[in-house]
């Protein structure tokens, strides 16, 4: 699935970094940057130009994805004309969800799964919102499933637990699991931002007590998380396609450690 870039522009021309500091003066090529943007708000309406202008400056790339959107395009990023396998589906708002996406790599069959949230129950109003499948819902599937294969689960996880008086946290992470004959042999969050708002969130320490709970680990297993800082702290739209992005780097390359801000910018363009 592709979003729509603003008007008037690409949507790659729209991701661009810029220096944070408040104190670092802006250089000549900052201005030649920006000058086709702020000499223009009259010809893209100056509502438009100013949310675009905005957008460029805190390194935005677009539109926060729901979790029925963001399914719906890693149907198009890990499709069958590229070898992806679909499994499963479930209905959400009227429309129909993949659960899985399957492709065997080096003798390990990667799991691309439907977005899941965080949240201890999953019948409430704000489960649906959230999208409709619990972390227990997940790896009772993928039990029943693969129950003797070797696999890697790549799950985008919706934060959706509330952040104090902010209510839910509406932040998109990716678990990576690694199973073995059903057993979860580890664990790993990427969370693309940095550690300051997980700190008070804990969001691996809240995947742990939900699969401890469910008795699908042992008391001395615990989720590990990775805060990758790709996503600027301002940025609070394009963790859904980190998560993708993260994706995709896993089953391409084996881990993350190519993964950066450039490359998720090219990948965001292709693919949103």
Same mark, same amino acid.
């Given at each position: ?22 104190t ?10 920006f000058? !086709? ?6 010809? *893209? ?5 100013l949310?675009?202008?905005?957008n460029?400056?805190?390194g935005?790339?677009?539109? $926060?994805?729901s979790? =029925?959107q963001?399914n719906?395009?890693?149907d198009?990023?890990f499709?069958?004309? $590229?070898?992806?396998? @679909?499994? /499963? ?13 399957? @492709? ?36 009772? &599937? ?9 696999? @890697?689960?790549? #799950?985008? *996880?919706?934060?959706?637990? &509330? ?6 946290r ?10 073995? !004959?059903? #057993? #979860?042999k !580890?664990?790993?969050?990427?969370d693309? @931002? ?8 804990e969001?691996a320490?809240?995947l742990?007590?939900?699969?401890? $709970? &469910?008795?699908?680990? =042992?008391d ?10 790709e996503?600027s ?6 963790? /859904? ?8 780097? #896993?089953t ?5 450690d190519?993964?950066? $801000?450039k ?5 965001? &363009?292709?693919?949103?």
């Amino acid at each position: 699935m592709l979003i729509p870039p603003t008007a008037g522009m690409s949507a790659f021309d729209s991701f661009t970094e810029v220096c944070s500091s408040e104190t670092a003066p802006l250089l000549q090529h900052d201005h030649e940057r920006f000058a !086709n943007v702020v000499n223009a708000p009259d010809s *893209v309406g100056f509502c438009s130009w100013l949310h675009s202008f905005i957008n460029r400056l805190l390194g935005i790339f677009g539109e $926060k994805l729901s979790p =029925g959107q963001l399914n719906q395009c890693l149907d198009s990023i890990f499709s069958e004309d $590229k070898g992806w396998r @679909k499994n /499963g589906s479930f209905n959400l708002g009227g429309v129909d969800q993949t659960i899985f996406r399957v @492709k065997e790599l080096a003798g390990i069959n990667y799991i691309i799964c439907a977005t899941t949230h965080d949240l201890p129950e999953s019948d409430s109003i704000a489960a649906h919102m959230a999208g409709g499948r619990s972390l227990l819902q997940t790896f009772t &599937a993928l039990a029943e499933e693969y129950p003797q294969d070797t696999t @890697k689960a790549l #799950i985008p *996880v919706a934060q959706s637990n &509330a952040y104090g008086p902010f209510g839910p946290r509406g932040h998109f992470t990716l678990l990576e699991v690694d199973v073995d !004959n059903g #057993i #979860i042999k !580890n664990a790993v969050l990427h969370d693309s @931002k940095g550690g300051l708002v997980d700190l008070f969130y804990e969001g691996a320490g809240r995947l742990t007590e939900l699969l401890r $709970k &469910a008795s699908l680990v =042992g008391d001395d297993f615990s989720v590990t998380v990775e805060h990758r800082g790709e996503q600027s702290l301002l940025n609070g739209n394009d963790c /859904g396609r980190f998560a993708a992005y993260y994706a995709a780097q #896993i089953t391409a390359e084996g881990d993350l450690d190519c993964a950066n $801000k450039k490359g998720a910018a090219a990948f965001f &363009a292709q693919h949103f």
